[in-house]
């Protein structure tokens, strides 16, 4: 669960990049966080992670409170977090099986876990026959996928997907938000940050509209060519 | 932390080692480098200063006895001798045997020491080395308690030449040391941060994650302590044999050796043991430290 009381974020330069804000993103969910560049929608990713702190107000993910969380349980917070980067972000030295196993060896999991789960989760992303392939050697679609099975292996509550398809073909575009819905229909709350508008008219749901560092727009929409 | 966790941690730790040869290959070139700077300055410091020791060691205080002192009363001279502090050897030298010894070296001249007949002007007298030059002045000062001295010999000049050259090495060579220290504290620190800052989107996507700092640290900081190891190891190798070849030449050169002194050259077999644990412990230290530390610029995500 996300929630957001009345959160202002004002940059070192005088920069307000959120303000006010008031959002709450319940357990399961599906949302859509659209908006121009700089309207705010990175700050906010940024506040979910705990990468910076709001300049006023309250915010809570997965039952932490950021604002009085101390540095040292970062890391326990984040492991409650899946993230999905634009540019994946994969480490090149790394297979696509120590790619998603590194996350699981972070939060210390037994060897027989990891051995157990890495294979389900490239299972689900369609990436078992790329196991032994290093980042360099898939497309960006594969990337991506790598990505969202790192994302999902260590079963978090909350995956923060920022511009998945921003990297890749239109039609692989489809393919990665299917996976995400997929993953969401699982139990897992997912919040895509996304510029295409085609894409979110295309599949609907929850819409959440920031522009200038203000929540514009929160409400559930029907897709053109998916059932919410 | 589980025993998997740590032996992962170690395996990554390696392994980075072979992913990134090139960076490890430049960290342990400049290890190596700085480690020999550093080694060979403190070897030419030992060595000069066991030469200066040795130009020491040649020189004596002659303590002269009054004429006609007994038996008795010279032992008991040559006892309260020996208990002053910084005193290392006392050598007493008969008025006859060194009359006799005079008229050796002086042999041509022996129409002198016939006109003498049976007279003996000389007097007994000790030869003295101590052990610490510098305190030279306050010994003969003790000496000079004692009773029966008529006069004292000392080398006041030379010692007094030696001390300032002991203190001006001391000075110089300590700052070459420690500018070689710095010098090279700020290459490794420039090195290690070059590795880490190709390696820090990795950082970024542990961190990510939810990885501790602890956890990212740990595979730099064993990377950085076997690169340092191995350079350490390579000093040794290179040292050892530097060492060597140029002891070898200066025991050639017997001028030079009959001004320091045979024993002044520090053999590499006496200093084997302490070079190694240096060398080696250093370079693991530094390259660890080094590596460690500069992971934290880009830890904090």
Same mark, same amino acid.
């Given at each position: ?18 303000? +006010? ?6 357990? #399961? ?10 309207? #705010? ?6 506040? &979910? ?63 027989? &876990? ?21 980042? +360099? ?9 790598? $990505?969202?099975?790192? $994302? ?42 996304? +510029?295409? +508008? ?31 | ?31 190596? @480098? ?7 300055? @403190? ?67 022996? @129409? ?46 030379? @010692? ?16 070459? !040391? ?86 002044? !050259?520090?053999?590499?077999?006496? !200093? ?30």
């Amino acid at each position: 669960m996300v929630e957001l009381k009345d959160v202002s974020v004002t940059y070192s330069s005088g920069v307000d990049a959120l303000e +006010h804000v008031n959002l709450k993103i319940n357990d #399961g969910d599906f949302a859509f966080v659209v908006g121009a560049s700089g309207a #705010g929608k990175s700050t906010l990713i940024k506040l &979910l992670l705990k990468e910076i702190d709001a300049t006023s107000g309250t915010v809570i993910v997965n039952g932490y409170q950021l604002g009085t969380l101390r540095k040292n349980k970062i890391p326990e917070l984040r492991r409650t977090i899946g993230i999905v980067f634009q540019d994946f972000r994969l480490i090149s030295s790394m297979t696509v099986y120590e790619n998603i196993a590194f996350v699981l060896r972070v939060i210390d999991s037994p060897p027989k &876990l990891i051995r157990k789960r890495v294979p389900y989760v490239m299972s689900l992303v369609g990436l078992q026959e790329k196991a032994h392939a290093y980042p +360099h050697e898939l497309s960006g679609g594969e990337m991506q996928r790598v $990505a969202i099975a790192r $994302a999902l292996v260590n079963d978090p509550k909350l995956i923060i997907a920022d511009e998945p398809t921003g990297n890749i073909d239109p039609e692989l575009s489809y393919e990665i938000v299917e996976l995400l819905r997929t993953i969401n229909m699982q139990g897992t709350t997912v919040l895509m940050v996304t +510029h295409e +508008h085609e894409l979110v008219k295309r599949f609907g749901g929850r819409i959440i509209n920031i522009t200038d560092g203000q929540v514009v727009f929160d409400e559930i929409m029907e897709g053109t060519d998916y059932e919410i | 932390m589980k025993f998997s966790g740590i032996r992962y941690l170690a395996e990554q730790g390696m392994e980075n080692i072979a992913k990134n040869r090139m960076m490890a290959f430049a960290s342990f070139c400049v290890l190596l @480098v700085s480690l020999l700077l550093v080694g060979s300055s @403190v070897l030419a410091y030992e060595n000069i200063s066991s030469m200066v020791g040795g130009v020491e060691a040649q020189n004596e205080i002659i303590v002269y006895m009054n004429e006609d002192v007994s038996e008795e009363l010279l032992s008991e001279t040559e006892m309260l001798i020996k208990n002053i502090p910084n005193i290392t050897q006392v050598q007493f030298c008969s008025k006859e045997e060194e009359y006799l010894a005079l008229k050796e070296r002086m042999a041509e001249y022996d @129409v002198l020491f016939d006109a003498l007949g049976d007279d003996n002007p000389l007097v007994d007298s000790f030869r003295i080395k101590i052990a610490d030059i510098t305190q030279m002045n306050k010994t003969i000062a003790q000496i000079q308690q004692i009773e029966n001295i008529m006069r004292i010999n000392a080398p006041y000049e030379f @010692v007094s030449f030696l001390t300032q050259l002991r203190t001006i090495l001391t000075w110089v060579m300590g700052a070459l !040391i420690s500018a070689m220290i710095i010098v090279s504290m700020v290459i490794i620190s420039n090195t290690t941060k070059t590795s880490v800052y190709a390696r820090r989107e990795e950082i970024q996507i542990m961190k990510y994650v939810g990885a501790t700092d602890a956890f990212i640290r740990v595979p730099f900081f064993i990377e950085g302590m076997i690169t340092g190891f191995l350079a350490g190891c390579g000093a040794l190798v290179v040292t050892w044999l530097v060492y060597d070849a140029l002891v070898k030449m200066i025991e050639n050169q017997v001028t030079l050796l009959n001004i320091i002194g045979i024993g002044s !050259i520090i053999e590499f077999d006496t !200093i084997y043991v302490n070079t190694a644990l240096a060398y080696v412990l250093g370079g693991a230290l530094i390259g660890a430290v080094g590596s460690a530390f500069s992971t934290r610029r880009y830890i904090n995500v």
